[in-house]
């Protein structure tokens, strides 16, 4: 399995960015996909979640109103479009990913539950 994020850049507060994270090696649409991101000195955390199979999604409430994550089957692609940024959201983002049931609520954001995980790419707002 293989994840590919992209889409990252440079952005003022109050624009939008979309990232795609493009999964390939998986024989089905039986799993899911993480967003997560980390800022400078900061710890790892769940940004997003979607369940490829049936489309189920989670949110942090930091981002919940704001971002929006699709999936794309026909292409093995999830997007995170990201609206209305703010400079607290400059971090790392990375995909992940994780085979099998959908995960809940109160799971979707263990970053110890996905194997998988992409590269990273790296969103910068200024203020």
């Known amino acids: 399995v293989q994840l590919q994020a992209s889409g990252g850049g440079l952005v003022q507060a109050g624009g939008s960015l979309r990232l795609s994270c493009a999964a390939s090696g998986f024989t089905s649409d039986y799993y899911n996909i993480g967003w997560f991101r980390q800022a400078p000195g900061k710890e790892r955390e769940g940004v997003s979640y979607i369940s490829v199979s049936n489309g189920s999604t989670f949110y942090a409430a930091s981002v919940k109103g704001r971002f929006k994550i699709s999936r794309d089957n026909a292409r093995n692609t999830v997007y995170l479009q990201m609206n209305s940024l703010k400079p607290e959201d400059t971090a790392g983002y990375f995909c992940?990913?994780?085979?099998?049931?959908?995960?809940?609520?109160?799971?979707?954001?263990?970053?110890?539950?996905?194997?998988?995980w992409g590269q990273g790419t790296l969103v910068t707002v200024s203020s």
């Open positions: 992940a990913a994780r085979r099998g049931h959908r995960l809940i609520s109160s799971r979707w954001a263990d970053e110890n539950l996905y194997p998988y």
